[in-house]
């Protein structure tokens, strides 16, 4: 089904929470808040902080109405590229709020910010379709497939920090690893939080993948052997190579990290990349 503008997109989502102009009004004002995020200047420091807070909660009740499919007419989960891309977004914004209480980074809110503004509006223009859970295992098997999106794009995230870190420290020394231009945790430490996260991601992406075995024999197709599982494997299988080369061979640095950035865009492409080909390339080509 070909895809219209944002605001009849948002408008004709047919929940009832999103009557005609309070859809698109939810994604303005989370927009707007986390266009407050970005703000760079020091003295807005607190309201840009509280933008990006705002925009997290609005982001978060736009996630519950779109994905759980509130007033639709017909029963069943939007599981769009948009909405899962949104909530990846807003999982990596919620491990920042955790971080920044301990460590604020202002450069990364702004970035942050921005992302948000591109989730939310993503995720309106392109909500999917409602799609009938045909097994009591698939809103888990989902669920952790969303997670499993979230934990590697907060080890990226924390995988850019520490290849920023790292190149300072060799062009400008240790000393311009100062607060707010890179993490001032130490360079290990930073490490050892990052792939804490891809040994987490790691965890719910093989369970992931054994839930899409059993729900996928479950299905009337009981389909397998399709993109987002060929992508999703090999994404299973750089962050297993990588994971393994660190143990016994003792990757770090910049050679881990490009094997963590290889397993997150594969991973991107399965379910968000074949959803996107789907949603918008085809029904483009076929309106």
Do not use: N
């Given at each position: 089904m070909p895809h219209g503008t944002l605001p009849a997109m948002i408008l004709s989502t047919g929940s009832p929470v999103l009557a005609p102009g309070g859809g698109l009004l939810l994604v303005l004002v989370a927009s707007g808040l986390y266009l407050l995020a970005t703000v760079p200047s020091a003295s807005w420091g607190r309201l840009s902080a509280a933008g990006l807070l705002g925009g997290f909660v609005l982001h978060a009740l736009l996630l519950l109405?779109?994905?759980?499919?509130?007033?639709?007419?017909?029963?069943?989960?939007?599981?769009?590229?948009?909405?899962?891309?949104?909530?990846?977004?807003?999982?990596?914004?919620?491990?920042?709020?955790?971080?920044?209480?301990?460590?604020?980074?202002?450069?990364?809110?702004?970035?942050?910010g921005l992302a948000g503004i591109v989730a939310v509006l993503l995720a309106a223009t392109f909500p999917g379709d409602p799609r009938v859970m045909h097994s009591a295992l698939a809103p888990l098997h989902f669920a952790l497939g969303v997670g499993s999106y979230g934990l590697f794009g907060a080890a990226v995230l924390h995988g850019l920090w520490l290849d920023a870190a790292e190149r300072r420290m060799r062009t400008a020394g240790a000393a311009a690893l100062g607060?707010?231009?890179?993490?001032?945790?130490?360079?290990?430490?930073?490490?050892?939080?990052?792939?804490?996260?891809?040994?987490?991601?790691?965890?719910?992406?093989?369970?992931?993948?054994?839930?899409?075995?059993?729900?996928?024999?479950?299905?009337?197709?009981?389909?397998?052997?399709?993109?987002?599982?060929?992508?999703?494997?090999?994404?299973?299988?750089?962050?297993?190579?990588?994971?393994?080369?660190?143990?016994v061979r003792g990757w770090r640095g910049r050679q881990a990290t490009r094997w963590l950035y290889s397993g997150a865009v594969l991973l991107l492409l399965g379910y968000a990349g074949s959803r996107f080909v789907l949603e918008v390339v085809l029904a483009r080509a076929a309106g």
């Open positions: 109405i779109d994905i759980g499919g509130l007033g639709q007419e017909l029963p069943g989960a939007r599981l769009g590229f948009g909405p899962v891309l949104s909530t990846a977004v807003w999982m990596v914004i919620a491990v920042y709020a955790v971080e920044s209480r301990l460590l604020p980074v202002p450069v990364v809110r702004q970035w942050l607060p707010g231009r890179a993490p001032g945790m130490p360079l290990l430490q930073l490490e050892r939080i990052t792939f804490r996260f891809v040994e987490v991601g790691f965890i719910v992406l093989t369970a992931t993948l054994l839930l899409g075995i059993v729900t996928s024999l479950s299905t009337p197709a009981g389909r397998w052997l399709e993109h987002k599982t060929v992508f999703s494997v090999l994404a299973w299988g750089v962050i297993g190579a990588l994971l393994l080369g660190r143990r």
